[in-house]
C-alpha cells in the first residue's frame, strides 16, 4: 500500500477496533536499475563463479554464487531455538534500492579481488 498523505494514514489508523497490531512502515527508495541488475549478474556473479571453481577444482553455478554472496553480505541472523547459535540466512537482493545494491555490489567485488584474486571492472566506467 503506498500513501502519501499522512494525514489520510492517520485517519485510516483510528478505524482499526483496539487491539494489538504490527505495522512495518518503510520508505521506499529509488529501485536499482537494470544497468546495476545486468553488471551483478553479467560481471559479479560470473567473476564469484571462476574464482570458486578454480578454488575448489569445482564449477560453481550461478544460484549458489549469488547464495554465497548474500550469505556473507546480505544475510539476516537469528537464533537457533534449539541451540541458541547464531544463524546467517540470505536476506535477497531484490528488494535492495539503488543505494544499498551498490553497497553490496562494491563488498562483493572487494571480497572477489581480495580472495579470489580477481579483479572486476569498475561499473561506473565503460
Known amino acids: 500500500m503506498t500513501m502519501k498523505d499522512k ?3 492517520f ?6 477496533p483496539n487491539g494489538l497490531y ?8 529509488e529501485q536499482r536499475s537494470s544497468p546495476q541488475n545486468r553488471y551483478y549478474w553479467g560481471v559479479v556473479i560470473p567473476a564469484y563463479m571462476m574464482g570458486k571453481g578454480e578454488s575448489d577444482g569445482e564449477p560453481c ?3 549458489q554464487a549469488h547464495y554465497d554472496l548474500q550469505l556473507k553480505y546480505n544475510f539476516k541472523e537469528a537464533a537457533d531455538p534449539e541451540t541458541g547459535e547464531l544463524v546467517r540466512t540470505p536476506a535477497g537482493t531484490s528488494d535492495l534500492d ?3 545494491f551498490v553497497d553490496y555490489t562494491e563488498l562483493c567485488r572487494s571480497w572477489i579481488a581480495m580472495w579470489l584474486n580477481i579483479n572486476t571492472p569498475d561499473p561506473k566506467k565503460k
Open 7 to 9: 494525514g489520510k494514514f
Open 61 to 63: 553455478s550461478k544460484d
Open 22 to 29: 504490527s505495522l512495518l512502515v518503510k520508505s521506499i527508495g
Open 98 to 100: 539503488t543505494g544499498p
Open 11 to 16: 485517519d485510516c489508523l483510528r478505524t482499526f
